[in-house]
């Protein structure tokens, strides 16, 4: 996945609506291009996800408790202009979607209305290294989607 591009807009996807607008290739370039601005490509170590469930302990077993997971983006080669955005308010404090997409646009990673916070590392020429991350509870079947071998077409 390094050096496949990523994109962000503001808001929240249901299952309905990414059936429909990442049904093929001509429309995730529609919707990626309309909906959405680009941020950057994914750096050399492009991210990590983790999903943990705690245990809750009593004094005779173990029953499962909350799963928290976690996801971390890099993203190289971003502009003064771009990382103080996603440092401000307008980026953080809201409900976003990050999409990952191939250069093909036949794989799609979609992370649907999380918040967001960065950190960044690291300056050269001008362009900065960025790290984003979320953390959430409960199931990541609402939050994550993967998309692969999506069919060329319009």
Same mark, same amino acid.
């Given at each position: 996945? *390094? ?6 807009? *503001?808001g929240t996807y249901d299952q309905t609506s990414i059936? =429909? ?12 291009? =309309?909906?959405f601005d680009l941020l950057g490509e994914l750096a ?6 983790? &999903? ?5 302990? =009593? ?8 799963? #928290? ?5 890099? *993203?190289?080669?971003?502009? #003064? ?11 953080? &404090?809201?409900? #976003? #979607?990050?999409? @990952? @997409? ?5 794989? @799609? ?30 199931? =990541? &079947? ?13």
């Amino acid at each position: 996945m *390094i050096a496949d591009l990523v994109y962000f807009g *503001i808001g929240t996807y249901d299952q309905t609506s990414i059936d =429909t607008l990442y049904a093929t290739q001509g429309s995730v370039k529609t919707e990626l291009t =309309t909906n959405f601005d680009l941020l950057g490509e994914l750096a050399e170590k492009p991210g990590k996800t983790d &999903s943990k469930l705690s245990k809750l302990k =009593t004094r005779n077993y173990t029953i499962p408790g909350k799963r #928290t997971s976690t996801v971390e983006l890099n *993203i190289s080669g971003l502009s #003064t202009k771009q990382k103080n955005f996603l440092e401000s308010t307008l980026f953080m &404090s809201k409900d #976003t #979607t990050i999409v @990952v @997409v191939s250069k093909e646009l036949d794989r @799609v990673v979609i992370f649907t209305g999380l918040r967001w916070t960065v950190d960044w590392s690291g300056e050269a020429d001008g362009l900065f290294n960025v790290v984003i991350s979320t953390e959430f509870s409960g199931v =990541t &079947s609402n939050k994550i989607y993967l998309l692969k071998d999506i069919p060329a077409g319009v």
